[in-house]
């Protein structure tokens, strides 16, 4: 399974973004939960958002609710991150992950699976 994020970019505050992750592989799609996790200059890589693979359960870190939303279009095997309101704490390299026929949890070390990151910059 090959996965390739992208859609980041230099961004103001308050203003929105949409980083999609492109899921190639021969196993069925929705046999993958994805995430996206984020690692900003200086700190460890943290879980931002997850989603099942029937796309039916979401979740989020506390500081992006209400902000981001997660989703996923298992017809195209695509999973997007609609990020609203960005703030400059929300400066990083953002990464999606899958794991296959598991549930969407937070943690990094149980996604077998990565895409090279895409850098989101907001500035204030």
């Known amino acids: 399974v090959q996965l390739q994020a992208s859609g980041g970019g230099l961004v103001q505050a308050g203003v929105s973004l949409r980083l999609s992750c492109a899921v190639a592989?021969?196993?069925?799609?929705?046999?993958?939960?994805v995430a996206w996790f984020r690692q900003a200059p200086g700190k460890e890589r943290e879980f931002v958002a997850a989603?099942?693979?029937?796309?039916?359960?979401?979740y989020y870190t506390d500081s992006v609710k209400g902000r981001f939303t997660i989703s996923r279009d298992n017809a195209a095997n695509m999973v997007y991150l609609q990020m609203d309101s960005l703030s400059p704490e929300d400066t990083a390299v953002y990464y999606c992950?899958?794991?296959?026929?598991?549930?969407?949890?937070?943690?990094?070390?149980?996604?077998?699976?990565w895409g090279r990151g895409t850098l989101v910059t907001v500035s204030s």
């Open positions: 989603i099942a693979g029937s796309g039916g359960s979401t």
């Open positions: 992950a899958a794991r296959s026929n598991g549930l969407p949890i937070t943690v990094s070390t149980r996604y077998g699976y």
């Open positions: 592989g021969r196993s069925t799609f929705s046999r993958y939960s």
